[in-house]
């Protein structure tokens, strides 16, 4: 190997500085091409967003680069997209807690068994 080759990163510990992903199909790469790019194009603070930026992050802001000046979206929707925090902040409604439990006698919810000409047991 090289001295000057730096090694392809699919996984990265942090994740990604815009989107929270962990992983990646193609690779992670250092943010310090991008980062004068990330106010306009993700909404977000200059300086706020470091570390690395996952291949699909990057592909977002060169498309954002090409678009005409008076025509100029937001990929904000994209911003903490794949963290766990978030995740987690969904899934804190369980099923249980959004669905009003019915009064359900005990005798009528289980299934009688019975047995055929066979002496098999049916349901």
């Not at 699909?56 to 498309?63: D, E, H, P, W």
């Amino acid at each position: 190997m090289f001295g000057s080759h730096k090694p392809k990163i699919y996984r990265s510990s942090s994740g990604c500085c815009i989107c929270g992903s962990k992983s990646s199909s193609s690779r992670f790469t250092p943010t310090e091409k991008y980062e004068n790019l990330f106010t306009a194009c993700f909404e977000v603070e200059q300086g706020s967003r470091t570390g690395l930026i996952c291949n699909a992050c990057v592909l977002l802001v060169k498309r954002w680069q090409k678009l005409p000046e008076e025509n100029k979206r937001s990929w904000s929707h994209v911003v903490d997209g794949k963290s766990k925090t978030r995740r987690g902040s969904r899934r804190s409604t369980s099923t249980d807690e959004r669905t009003p439990k019915a009064n359900v006698d005990e005798t009528s919810s289980q299934k009688a068994v019975t047995s055929n000409d066979n002496g098999q047991k049916s349901k």
